[in-house]
Nanobody, 125 residues
């Protein structure tokens, strides 16, 4: 089970930190990802981190502004979002991909096995 939190209403240029708390399964067996879905658009990959946190991927639109991390002792993944823009407005979902690879991760929605409920991020201009 994944529980996402930390969303809210902020102004452009502000920061938010999303959290994704995992329970029920061995957290270290999963690569973790963050996706987002804006109204009328498809869900898209935002950032991902491998099981051992040695590899991270970012969508070009957030590179340099967002940082994904994980704390395996707390079974929690994070998405630090800085310099937020109105176009970052979306529902953000965390997801877990059971993978045997310690350092690889996928950007594909279809590879992720478990999903959180989503948290709304709204950035006003």
């Amino acid at each position: 089970q994944l529980q996402a939190s930390g969303g809210g209403l902020v102004q452009a240029g502000d920061s938010l930190r999303l959290s994704c708390a995992a329970s029920g399964r061995a957290f270290t067996n999963f690569a973790m990802g963050w996706f987002r879905q804006a109204p009328g658009k498809e869900r898209e990959f935002v950032a991902g981190i491998s099981r051992r946190a040695g590899t991270t991927y970012y969508a070009d639109s957030v590179k340099g502004r967002f940082t994904i991390s994980r704390d395996n002792t707390k079974t929690t993944a994070y998405l630090q979002m800085d310099s937020l823009r109105p176009e970052d407005t979306a529902v953000y979902y965390c997801a877990a991909d059971r993978t045997s690879s310690l350092y690889m991760l996928s950007r594909s929605i279809t590879e992720y096995d478990y999903w959180g409920q989503g948290t709304q991020v709204t950035v006003s201009s």
